[in-house]
């Protein structure tokens, strides 16, 4: 399984479009097996589910996601979890140990960055 951590200084960021990057991890079973930093390409509308699709990516974590783009994860069957907080690798301990759920919020002002705090 690959995750997909939206990154900010090793941190979760805000909001998935807007991120430096995303942290991919690969997970077996309940280990990471490889961790790798993928520079965000540009956020262009539609765009970013279907590069993440194409790098293998099963479940995107980020702070805050539009609605929209949230609806293209899941038409890409990416899963998606907002709401997440904090350093991205105890993140990704809180995923493996099935203590992270998403809140299902929806940033309403996806297009400025910046605006969708938690």
Do not use: W
């Not at 939206?6 to 909001?15: E, L, M, N, P, Q």
């Not at 994860?73 to 998606?80: K, M, R």
């Amino acid at each position: 399984m690959k995750i997909a951590v939206a990154t900010d200084k090793g941190k979760v960021s805000s909001h998935f479009g807007h991120c430096e990057g995303f942290t991919v991890y690969e997970v077996d079973k309940d280990k990471v097996t490889n961790r790798e930093f993928v520079p965000n390409p540009g956020h262009k509308p539609g765009f970013l589910p279907v590069f993440l699709k194409e790098k293998g990516i099963n479940v995107i974590i980020s702070g805050g996601m539009g609605v929209k783009a949230q609806q293209l994860f899941s038409d890409n069957d990416i899963q998606v979890i907002v709401g997440a907080t904090g350093d991205c690798d105890q993140v990704i301990k809180e995923y493996i140990n099935g203590n992270l759920e998403s809140t299902g919020e929806v940033c309403e002002e996806h297009a400025h960055e910046g605006h969708c705090e938690d």
